[in-house]
């Protein structure tokens, strides 16, 4: 019997963890939609179905819905499934997994598909303790297409991507403006700059793309894909949960004044020590390398290219096995009252 997925998108990045479940989907005959939160930006192809009303989704009938993001519409069909954005770096430095907001639970999801040991032991902890999910180590959706064999652009010469958190305070965008453009005019590199969706400080952002307008081997990027970080050597960053993505291929990371720095990061303290640390990571030293690969190994367990194919699988099980069977979730009901009037969406499913 076929089955019907909804796929639901809140910002830009959902497109890419999606995607390649949407992929696997397919792949076993089935039918997959979208769904897309009001002001998320409309990246969607001529092949890939779009729903755009409550009523369109409620007759799609999904068996589960899908999303990275931390809310979901509670009167959406089928169980309630969370991808997540990123990995549990503890970006803002917290000091117990319990201040991190990467293991809220809000109420709002059946069942969590976590990445790796990072994520999976703690989520356990907490759906024993509340009783109204379930947790599946599957691996991020995202990442299966990393694991393929690829190829590197011709004409290839040492690249650096550039990606910052949104979070203020944290942020090195605004004070390597100078820095960048100093090292691009300097050093025979190319550069990819890619920020977070969530930055809305145009003026900022313009500076920056400035610097791909004025420069050969400057790009901006809105949306990261695949293929950038395929061709880029080494990541200057911050305290984006970007970082574990990037090492997941392999690759060093120079961060500025990282909140939670470790011997798997080139960490300084000052844009002037930049430049110097940018050269170190492009020699590859072993003794960082190895500690990259450990580091990435925690937040992600799964290396096989199947993680898509396990999330399909765990919502079978989820169905079989838990449907029906768990503790209520919490009512919610200030919340709930909260989003219905932000979308003002009254109807009782």
């Not at 192809?45 to 979901?72: H, K, M, S, W, Y």
């Not at 970082?243 to 291929?249: D, V, W, Y």
Request: proline fraction near 5%; aromatic fraction near 12%; include cysteine.
């Amino acid at each position: 019997m076929t089955k019907n997925y909804l796929l639901f998108a809140s910002l830009s990045y959902g497109y890419s963890i999606m995607r390649p479940l949407q992929e696997e989907i397919r792949k076993r005959g089935d039918n997959v939609a979208w769904y897309l939160e009001p002001g998320c930006p409309d990246l969607l192809t001529e092949d890939e179905l779009r729903l755009t009303t409550f009523e369109q989704v409620a007759e799609f009938d999904a068996c589960a819905t899908f999303t990275p993001g931390n809310v979901i519409y509670p009167w959406f069909p089928g169980i309630h499934v969370q991808l997540f954005h990123g990995y549990p770096i503890s970006k803002r430095g917290e000091k117990s997994r319990s201040t991190d907001d990467h293991f809220a639970v809000r109420g709002w999801f059946d069942m969590y598909c976590t990445q790796g040991s990072s994520s999976t032991e703690y989520f356990k902890e907490l759906s024993k303790k509340h009783g109204f999910f379930k947790v599946y180590e599957t691996g991020w959706s995202k990442v299966d297409p990393y694991f393929e064999h690829y190829e590197l652009e011709k004409n290839h010469k040492p690249t650096v991507l550039y990606g910052t958190t949104f979070t203020k305070g944290i942020s090195s965008a605004p004070v390597l403006v100078d820095t960048i453009g100093a090292l691009v005019e300097e050093k025979d590199w190319n550069w990819i700059l890619t920020f977070h969706p969530k930055i809305k400080d145009q003026s900022l952002l313009n500076k920056y793309r400035a610097l791909a307008q004025e420069h050969e081997n400057v790009k901006f990027v809105d949306n990261v894909r695949l293929k950038d970080f395929q061709n880029a050597d080494v990541m200057l960053s911050d305290s984006s949960s970007i970082i574990l993505e990037f090492m997941l291929m392999d690759k060093p990371v120079v961060t500025l004044r990282n909140t939670t720095p470790g011997s798997h990061l080139i960490n300084v303290d000052s844009p002037d020590e930049i430049r110097s640390a940018l050269e170190t990571a492009m020699t590859r030293p072993d003794a960082l390398m190895n500690k990259v690969k450990h580091f990435a190994e925690k937040h992600e367990a799964h290396r096989d290219g199947n993680n898509c194919e396990r999330i399909l699988e765990a919502v079978d099980d989820f169905i079989t096995n838990y449907k029906g069977r768990l503790k209520a979730k919490p009512m919610n009901l200030l919340r709930k009252f909260k989003l219905r009037k932000r979308l003002g969406y009254w109807k009782l499913n």
